[in-house]
């Protein structure tokens, strides 16, 4: 996290996009956004971690917590 985004780190095969996931923001002190591939990657490349950002203005939170933070596999 910086002061202006948000960075997640997601499993690729090679076509994971920015727009491949929506955020779903929880009311909650401090509020807890969840980030869900919406579409699916297929393409066939070998599995590598990708990172996306996301500005607080897309979130519609600046301070928040991640519900799902990614933990790679240890072939990645």
């Known amino acids: 996290m910086t002061?202006?985004?948000s960075t997640i780190t997601v499993t690729s095969t090679?076509?994971?996009e920015k727009k491949s996931f929506e955020t779903i923001l929880?009311?909650?002190k401090p509020p807890v956004?969840?980030?869900i591939r919406v579409r699916p990657?297929?393409?066939e490349a070998?599995?590598?971690k990708v990172n996306i950002?996301?500005?607080y203005h897309e979130v519609?939170?600046?301070k928040f917590k991640i519900a799902n933070p990614f933990v790679p596999g240890p072939e990645l």
């Open 33 to 35: 956004a969840t980030f």
């Open 46 to 48: 070998t599995p590598h």
């Open 3 to 5: 002061k202006t985004s």
């Open 41 to 43: 990657d297929p393409c």
């Open 14 to 16: 090679g076509c994971t």
């Open 26 to 28: 929880e009311e909650s």
């Open 53 to 55: 950002e996301f500005s």
């Open 60 to 62: 519609d939170a600046d």
